[in-house]
């Protein structure tokens, strides 16, 4: 029996040292490109499925030779990892979900708790598994999980400050700050009952536009299929590596699951009537779950490459490989989020407006101060720049310096417009971008500067951008520059604003689909729902923001399109300007706005 004991001893042990060679092996592989390593990524879940089942079918030998519950906890960690890195990859659901449910049946199994509390080193890997486990619970919109794991997170440094004087956890401590700040920029924990960020078919599919949508026929219709999204800011919101503008936009571009999303299986703390206690070495996880926290009728999700502070010439490396690799028949999105030129960057220039007439000429004090950090804004509605002119217009993808190397110009996407491009660049300096060089394009580009009724919500260091949270959750972004207090008491308001939007945007996209002035770039588009979406949040946007900042200045703070858009769903259009009068006078908020009919 000691004999057969020592031989599966060594069976694991084998095992185990096999998967981690394998595991190194494509633990830094690119996070973009379509085949990039599916071959060893097949090899090493093999592999660690293979020691998963070795190690349930011989527990009992295994414990006896001195297994240690967190080694079980480490082998699933990893097992969640790689489905986190496969989801990033492919951006499929059910990789997230899997994840997840290996995540959480180590938290619920308390594989890492009572070990040795003198043993750094499986205190640094339960660190890094409540990071993780983070991560993929934000990314689910899994709120609850998110806060428990929080509070586990600040113990355990806590823990680890107390035990091991002689060790820094600053790194740690810096987490956990990061993962607060996090949470209360988000809305989602402070709203539970906000509509998802992710395309739900229950409340972003609009019964009146739907036979239009379906009817309507371009000459030519492209698939979205592939997206890079990047946000580069100063300070801005993150956690990890994913900012709080990527997180919103990576939500945005995904599917929602339109059944229950996660029900908590009663087998999960009863058997037979029975209370199970998860702190033995049961190591059961069941993979079966996956099937409830997954819709299979659902789409694809686009593929999503999702950079954090790249280089230039890594972006420009990566765009050149999706590209490359792009289906035929296929558009890609380019999300690109950053400050202009450097002395844009500590820079947050806001007009404090009610939007009456009356209040429109009250700046911040600090504003005149600010005003030299920005060039003067050029004509965007009438007159148009040569390419030549935008050489000193640039995104700034650098932490400090003023390099050429930093230097993301309108230039560089260029060659890019071969394939079907489809850009949003959310910038002080994102009307560079305007320059008609390459082949057509469809752009979305922000204003210079964003506009609140509180001047302290401009701060992107604390709130994420302006136009990327209108395109990602329209209604709360409104809420936000309007200085209406979102919370859980006005579900009722919130629901029939809610209602006022959907109305509004079913409307706008019927008149879409009836254009007959609408540009091909558009309409080869708009079949896609997520593209769809975001084209009719933009028009919100600028409707909003044109009826909202001073009309003398509105070149500074209303987005642009291009190509343009048809006349009829203009900011000043009737069909338009009334749904967000009807929005403002809901939430009270009317007066802070000038509308033509008013």
Known sequence: MAEEGDV???????????????FARVRDFPSYGRAQGQHYFQKVFKAYMRLWKYQQEHRTELVKAGLNRWEIGEIA???????????????????LVEAYVFYEAILKRRYFEGCKVKDLGVRFKELRFYARFLLVSLILNRTQAVKVVVEKLKALVDDCNANFRETNFKEWKLVVQEIVRFMNADTTFAIASARPFRYSAIFDCHPNSVQYVARFHAKKV?????????????NEVKFAELTLDAYRMLQCLEWESSGSFYQKHQAETKENGVVVDYSGTSGLIDMKLVADMTDPTLPPNPRKAILYRPSVTHLIAVMATICEELPPESVILVYLSASG????????????????????????TSHNSLEQNFSSPEP???GKKGFSD???????????????????????????????????IDSDSSHAFKAERGEKAALLLSPFRPMFKDPFSADITQNGSQFTFFLTAPLQAFCQMTGFALSDSDIEVLKNAENILSTAFSKWEVILCKSLSLDLVWAQVLSDPFLRRLIIRFIFCRAVLSAFCPP???EQYVPVCLPQLPNSLSPKAEVVQSSVSQLANHLNVADGFHFDNT
Do not use: C
């Not at 185990?16 to 394998?22: G, H, T, Y």
């Not at 492209?222 to 100063?234: G, T």
């Open 222 to 234: 492209l698939k979205f299929r592939d997206a890079i999204l990047m946000s580069y800011h100063r």
């Open 77 to 95: 960690g990893r097992i969640g990892q790689l489905y986190f890195g496969q989801y990033t990859r492919t951006s499929e659901a059910r990789f």
């Open 8 to 22: 599966v001893s060594k069976t694991f042990r084998a095992l185990v040292e096999s998967a981690d060679r394998k």
């Open 341 to 364: 030129k450097p002395s844009h960057i500590n820079a947050s220039p806001v007009e404090s407006s009610g939007g009456s007439k009356r209040t429109t000429k009250n700046k911040l």
């Open 380 to 382: 965007h509605i009438n």
């Open 552 to 554: 003398e200045e509105s």
């Open 390 to 424: 935008y050489n000193d217009d640039y995104l700034w993808l650098g932490s400090k310096g003023n390099g050429g190397s930093s230097n993301l110009y309108p230039g560089d996407i260029i060659p890019f417009t071969r394939r079907p491009l489809f850009l949003v």
